[in-house]
């Protein structure tokens, strides 16, 4: 297991069209180790695959209950919103988006469907902040960011933040 490079905007390769996957071997098993260790070191609670350089359709997601307890985690392959119901408004940030938080509208419920680390497809309902998690991860994979949802105003002032910090470095 290693801890992967999380790419950052405004890097091309996450807005890269991503693949489906469908070998389920072990260089997959061995690829979500890395993602699942690499998301538990930022810290954060879940990882795309195009954030650590990979255009593939999978996400990790932390779904540990107890604070100080193990940590748990869901693997979701080629997963899909398949169902949506209400609106939500809640704060967001991003591994790949470093120094920003801002409130992001998203549906209250949703139903995705998905593969496991078998290959056995499977559906899930879930409803707010952790359907938030999974918008936000899912937004990944298809080359979306927070960022994106945010007003003109918002995403122009963060650009020319992140354009400073390219030029100084
Ligand atoms: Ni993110």
């Not at 998301?39 to 195009?50: H, I, N, R, T």
């Not at 999978?58 to 119901?85: F, S």
């Not at 209400?86 to 509208?105: K, R, W």
């Not at 879930?126 to 937004?139: P, S, Y």
């Amino acid at each position: 297991m290693s801890i992967q490079k999380i790419y950052q905007y405004p890097d091309p390769v996450l807005r890269k069209k991503t693949e489906r996957i469908n070998v389920f071997d072990e260089n997959i098993k061995k690829l979500v180790e890395d993602m699942v260790e690499t998301m538990y070191d930022a810290p954060g609670v879940g990882l795309a695959a195009p954030q650590i350089g990979k255009s593939i359709k999978l996400i990790v997601v932390d779904i540990t209950e107890d604070p100080e307890g193990e940590k748990k985690y869901m693997v979701m392959i080629n997963p899909e919103i398949t169902a949506h119901e209400g609106s939500q408004l809640d704060e967001e940030g991003c591994l790949s988006v470093p120094e920003l938080t801002a409130n992001v509208n998203r549906y209250k419920g949703i139903t995705v469907s998905y593969q496991d680390l078998e290959g056995n497809s499977l559906e899930l309902s879930t409803e707010n902040r952790f359907a938030v998690v999974l918008q936000h991860e899912i937004d990944h994979i298809n080359g979306v960011l927070f960022l994106d949802h945010l007003s003109s105003l918002k995403r122009s002032l963060y650009k020319k933040k992140v354009t400073k910090w390219l030029v100084k470095n």
